[in-house]
């Protein structure tokens, strides 16, 4: 007689596993804090830890001598709009608990890198004090919410912008370990029935199977890649006035080499809703996410999965089921372009900004060009605000017209040009931080890519094609920090010095590029690129871009526009 076992139950990954057993999501994060004996946390706590927005990392520069611990925090910036007091706090615990450089991230947040054990409590703690904090920039949660950056002409931006913090508030857990551990300097008492029992009220005991993230675009700027988000509200004006939002689910782009489950993917856009569901709709569509993702497989566990595999018409059903209500169709909405404008702007109240290139978002003093200082100087001495951009550049606003001058004068001062800032190829490029900091790095990305970068400029001069804006961004892995699978090229970390060639993707940001090669080396990126850009500007039609030229052409795209 044959046996037959009877089919069990998936099992749940690690990570499902203790964040059941500690809901608080403490650990033992204050008393390791408390010893000055250890310069690290254990591997549950590092989990637990990236919920209050810290990974921990080591210095791979340094590992051939013995592993470096340190730690990279990162804020929750809802917008990226800061006060100039609160930037000026950001720049004091750079200086004073990190390595001197402040990393404008991809999802309009800062980050602090190399800083040691003994510096967290004071950095984060100052964070705090400025009314800034750093609760869920990472985890199993609602990541940092984006926003468009960028003044417009009327003050649809400013209630975008509203409506962004308002989704952030929303989505927050509540837990009290975060409070306890950073302000108070305890450790919670895990034994406390209290604490035993806790329950996010949204998230519930075991949070999301992944990260979320949110994002709001203004057609026809998509400067927030809005289409990448696993949920996204894509603002609908009528008249001068928002009327609400067109929503889009199951947007993502991390994927993991080799691997055919996971993939990058753009969202579907659902139906149309008005300003005042947007938390309640906000919470439905996280819901979806928290009970039918993933909870086996960490890397198959993001909302496009659960959108890709049982479909949009059951996604749609499930949410207007948890809604009680079914939402109207979509209203007609065109994005055209992506990025940030540079320079001065008169904003629509009459007060002007200035957006400032930052070559890979780092902002840092190097020897003639003190960006890190002369951006510190204009804030703190005109009171002005700050917005950090999706693309990792920077926006000081509010300034008043008769200060213009100063600011540019004082800028200069420090080797920092208001015009001219850098080539329309820099200034449309991004890169993730990856090596030394990132444990995930299989590449180079930050410390390579603005070399690279002046070596495809000369080729775009040889190819008679010097002036031409090609969105070109990298990353050290596969899982897309820098949204490389939206570029035009992009290029994705594989191993040390070889890189995936994607091409195609389009100026609006609303199409994925394909991959055009597995296995590049950086000796060989030149000439590979070369036979491509001579045919483009042999073959373009019109102002056609390169992205939409490779599309048409190496793939055979008839929309090469969607």
């Not at 004071?122 to 990541?143: E, F, H, K, W, Y």
């Not at 008005?274 to 996280?286: F, G, H, N, P, Y």
């Not at 540019?408 to 449309?428: W, Y």
């Not at 073959?539 to 939409?548: M, N, S, V």
């Amino acid at each position: 007689m044959i046996e037959r076992s009877l089919p069990t139950e998936p099992k749940l990954t690690h990570n499902e596993v203790i964040k059941l057993a500690i809901p608080t999501l403490a650990g033992t994060i204050g008393a390791v804090l408390a010893d000055p004996a250890l310069d690290r946390f254990a591997e549950d706590d590092i989990q637990f830890l990236k919920f209050h927005g810290i990974y921990q990392q080591d210095d791979r520069d340094r590992r051939k001598v013995a592993k470096h611990y340190m730690f990279m925090i990162r804020g929750r910036i809802p917008g990226g709009v800061l006060s100039a007091k609160q930037y000026v706090a950001f720049d004091d615990v750079a200086t004073r608990n990190a390595n001197n450089t402040i990393r404008l991230t991809s999802r309009q947040s800062i980050q602090f890198h190399g800083v040691v054990k003994t510096g967290l409590g004071p950095l984060m703690r100052t964070i705090n004090q400025s009314l800034v904090d750093t609760l869920a920039a990472c985890g199993d949660v609602n990541r940092n919410v984006m926003a468009p950056p960028a003044p417009v002409s009327n003050e649809l931006s400013l209630q975008v912008r509203e409506d962004a913090r308002k989704v952030s508030e929303a989505l927050l857990p509540l837990t009290k370990a975060y409070h306890a551990i950073w302000m108070e300097g305890v450790q919670l008492n895990l034994e406390d029935a209290e604490n035993k029992d806790f329950e996010d009220p949204l998230y519930g005991k075991t949070y999301l199977p992944r990260k979320f993230k949110v994002a709001f675009a203004i057609p026809p700027l998509n400067d927030v890649d809005v289409m990448t988000n696993d949920l996204g509200f894509i603002a609908i004006e009528e008249g001068g006035k928002l009327i609400g939002y067109n929503l889009a689910v199951g947007g993502g782009l991390g994927m993991s080499h080799g691997n055919a489950e996971t993939y990058p993917r753009v969202a579907d856009v659902i139906g149309f809703l008005t300003r005042d569901q947007l938390v309640e709709i906000s919470k439905a569509v996280l819901t979806v996410h928290r009970d039918f993702g993933d909870r086996t497989n960490r890397r198959h566990a993001r909302l496009k999965y659960v959108l890709e595999e049982k479909g949009v018409a059951w996604f749609r059903q499930e949410l207007e089921t948890r809604l009680g209500y079914g939402l109207p169709l979509a209203k007609a909405h065109h994005f055209t372009k992506q990025g940030d404008h540079f320079g001065w702007t008169q904003q629509w109240d009459g007060l002007e900004s200035l957006g400032l290139f930052v070559e890979s978002g780092r902002i840092k003093d190097v020897e003639g060009y003190r960006l890190k200082s002369a951006i510190r100087n204009v804030v703190e001495g005109y009171q002005m605000e700050v917005r950090i951009t999706p693309s990792q550049n920077i926006i000081l606003s509010n300034i008043k017209p008769e200060n213009r001058a100063a600011v540019t004068q004082i800028l200069a001062e420090h080797g920092v040009a208001v015009e001219d800032q850098a080539t329309v190829l820099r200034r449309a490029s991004m890169a993730c931080p990856a090596l030394p900091t990132c444990g995930l790095a299989l590449a180079e990305s930050e410390r390579y890519l603005p070399a690279l970068l002046g070596r495809i400029q000369e080729l775009l001069v040889e190819t008679e094609l010097k002036d031409e804006e090609i969105v070109i961004r990298m990353t050290g892995c596969p899982n897309g920090c820098a949204r490389p699978y939206m570029a035009e090229i992009g290029f994705v970390g594989k191993a040390p010095g070889k890189y995936q060639l994607y091409l195609g993707g389009n100026e609006a940001s609303t199409r994925l590029n394909r991959l055009y090669k597995e296995n590049l080396r950086e000796a060989d990126i030149l000439n590979e690129l070369r036979p491509l850009l001579s045919r483009f500007a042999g073959e373009r039609t019109g102002a056609e871009r390169f992205g939409d030229w490779c599309s048409r052409t190496l793939f055979n795209d008839s929309a090469t526009k969607n």
